[in-house]
């Protein structure tokens, strides 16, 4: 399987990201690429993971053609060809490229949780809260919520942290009619993907979304979405609340990196051979499984 860990076209490099690298396409449009880098605790990994990006960017456009009757998305109907005219150029990127409109990013991440896992099972055990919502007491790690929750957060640069942060800092950052449309849009997504995701008997945990609002001040669903590497994918078959359940996405890392005596600082240490084709695998189930006909 062909590996990209980082792109290197003849396009101007606005912006290298964890995963993806954007190009200049012109005044009105971005070209994203999405590498095979992996990210973890907000560092990039030294090991690709072969194939990821190609399978990011297919499940991105798959949510994407699912979703948009429920909010607009950031595909251009432009021809990566038109972009890069090179076939050969052309060839190291086709599947990992999405030819995209040229949009400002706001200032947050939009993040739905369903059950109680990662950050937000830290943060509960210690204030028995969830972004300062209050929860029932005696939740168990991996349990469903009540409901699912709007809990956004603070966009990071790389290598630094992002930050949770409650709906009244969203709508300081946002303004109120803004603020709103991303928390109800947010939680239509993640109520109509779990649910068909359910029909693969895969549970979504949770799930982080990112938006734009174009000239006309209409919300636009941009970057990645529903990917393992922005969602928690949990197999219905194994769930079991009380811990961190198997899952189809990059907690597996995460867990093995656990294990080791790292201060999540960079640099970050290598994968074990091992590790890497246990999430090539994983990827690849979440992949086959969601899209099948």
Not at 56 to 80: C, E, K, M, Q, Y
Not at 134 to 147: K, M, T, V
Request: charged share 25%.
């Amino acid at each position: 399987m062909d590996t990209l860990y980082e792109s290197k076209l003849h396009l101007p490099l606005m912006h290298r990201g964890k995963v993806r690298d954007i190009y200049d396409a012109g005044p009105h449009h971005l070209l994203v690429v999405t590498t095979d880098r992996l990210s973890a605790f907000d560092c990039v990994l030294p090991d690709p993971i072969p194939g990821k990006g190609r399978i990011l960017n297919a499940l991105s456009r798959f949510w994407f053609a699912r979703t948009a009757g429920i909010v607009a998305n950031h595909l251009s109907d432009r021809p990566l060809a038109s972009v890069l005219p090179d076939p050969a150029e052309r060839a190291l990127v086709a599947d990992r490229a999405m030819v995209v409109r040229r949009l400002t990013p706001l200032p947050i991440e939009a993040i739905v949780r369903g059950y109680l896992a990662g950050s937000g099972w830290k943060e509960y055990r210690q204030t028995g809260a969830l972004c300062a919502m209050a929860l029932p007491p005696g939740l168990r790690e991996a349990e469903r919520l009540p409901q699912p929750l709007f809990t956004p957060s603070t966009k990071a640069a790389a290598g630094a942290h992002d930050e949770n942060i409650d709906y009244a800092k969203a709508e300081a950052l946002l303004g109120a009619g803004l603020a709103r449309a991303v928390r109800d849009t947010s939680l239509k997504l993640y109520a109509e993907a779990a649910a068909f995701a359910a029909t693969r008997g895969i549970i979504i945990a949770d799930t982080k979304f990112e938006f734009a609002a174009d000239d006309e001040g209409r919300l636009v669903l941009i970057d990645e979405v529903l990917t393992p590497d922005s969602s928690r994918f949990w197999p219905q078959a194994s769930y079991r609340p009380g811990g961190s359940p198997p899952s189809f996405d990059k907690q597996y890392v995460r867990d093995y990196l656990e294990t080791l005596a790292w201060d999540k600082r960079p640099p970050a240490p290598r994968l074990p051979p091992e590790v890497v084709a246990q999430t090539v695998a994983r990827y690849e189930e979440a992949l086959r499984v969601l899209t099948a006909p």
